[in-house]
């Protein structure tokens, strides 16, 4: 399974953006997350969505502003990103977990794309 990020970029505060993971293989099977690195810290959970897309969950610092949804038709995940704030600043990551729910973060993360860049900046 092969996993790329993209829809990354620079936005001001207030903003939107809205992540794409696209995936090639077996891309049904698998719950897909979204984590994050800021600059100078460790890589944290963001959200994260079932195989069916039937149960999701987000971090509490990204709920109500972020929304995750996926199409399994045509391989992709969305991190649809509002109200963006300097402290949303990270490289974004999509992963593919081996289960059909999101579990735990961290675990049972098989799969990594390469992640894209969000800046938030005026």
């Known amino acids: 399974l092969q996993l790329v990020e993209s829809g990354g970029g620079l936005v001001q505060p207030g903003g939107s953006l809205r992540l794409s993971c696209t995936a090639s293989?077996?891309?049904?099977?698998?719950?897909i997350p979204w984590l994050r690195q800021p600059p100078g810290k460790e890589r944290e959970g963001v959200s994260c969505?079932?195989?069916?897309?039937?149960?999701?969950k987000y971090a509490d610092s990204v709920k109500g502003r972020f929304t995750i949804s996926r199409d399994n038709a045509k391989n992709t995940v969305h991190l649809t990103m509002n109200s963006l704030k300097a402290d949303d600043t990270a490289i974004y990551y999509c992963?593919?977990?081996?289960?059909?729910?999101?579990?735990?973060w961290g675990t049972g993360y098989d799969y990594w794309g390469q992640g894209t860049q969000v800046t938030v900046s005026s």
């Open positions: 992963a593919a977990r081996r289960f059909e729910l999101c579990g735990a």
């Open positions: 293989g077996f891309f049904h099977y698998f719950a």
């Open positions: 969505i079932s195989n069916s897309g039937g149960s999701t």
